[in-house]
């Protein structure tokens, strides 16, 4: 800190001995103390909590006031008629939301430029040992939907750019969607085409 300026108003968020250098890292500006989760969570929308014990990805690089899609692992039942008409018990991993704001890690809920260096590592520090939780601002519908998934799945978390708010139409991910990614000619080369069975009976052949 360089001025008294920038140090009128602010709440030290650790101990700052006398003599000691004064750093920005050690200080909270007063609107970010006291505050509770309830408090910060925008209107319309629900705290949600994802254990990190059963979820994957960046979890341990997500900080408050970041952005996520929220995607899940989950193995898909007999569907409905109103999604597909075949039966499947492979994994499949879907899409649930995008561009979702990340409320709290941990018990740590304030931005990270606003905590102090040392709490940042602790935080880090209990991501990485795979325990603690993160929790996003969710619909009230989005907030059911997470819950059932979480009971029947494995949630993972993607990190977005602060500068992309665009939400698009992701299709799900399963064998069939890898190979066609992977092997796009071989895939677009059958298409229009019947699978075909040859069966014979003796000398006569039948498709």
């Known amino acids: 800190v360089s001025s008294l300026d920038e ?3 602010q709440i030290a968020s650790s101990p700052i001995a006398a003599g000691e250098q ?3 890292t050690k200080l909270l500006p007063p ?3 006291g505050k509770s989760l309830s408090e910060i969570t925008p209107a319309g929308k629900r705290a949600v909590s994802v ?3 059963s979820m994957t990805g960046a979890a341990n690089l997500i900080r408050p006031g970041d952005h996520v899609d929220v995607l899940a692992l989950i193995t898909m039942p007999e569907a409905t008629s109103q999604v597909t008409s075949t039966k499947s018990s492979s994994p499949r991993l879907i899409s649930l939301f995008q561009d979702v704001e990340v409320l709290a ?3 740590e809920f304030v931005a990270p430029s606003d905590i102090s260096q040392a709490a940042r590592k602790e935080q880090t520090k209990t991501i990485s ?3 603690g939780t993160v929790t996003l601002a969710l619909s009230p519908q989005e907030a059911v939907l997470l819950s059932f998934v979480q009971e029947h799945g494995k949630i993972k978390l993607d990190l977005r750019s602060s500068e992309d708010t665009k939400k698009e139409a992701v299709n799900p991910a399963d064998w069939d969607t890898l190979f066609q990614y992977l092997y796009p000619a071989k895939v677009g080369s059958a298409e229009g085409q ?3 069975v040859e069966v014979y009976r003796g000398l006569n ?3």
């Open 51 to 53: 254990s990190v014990d």
């Open 7 to 9: 140090v009128m108003g």
């Open 22 to 24: 004064i750093l920005k």
């Open 129 to 131: 040992a795979g325990s």
């Open 205 to 207: 052949k039948e498709i």
């Open 105 to 107: 890690v941990g018990s």
């Open 194 to 196: 019947r699978p075909m």
């Open 31 to 33: 609107g970010k103390i």
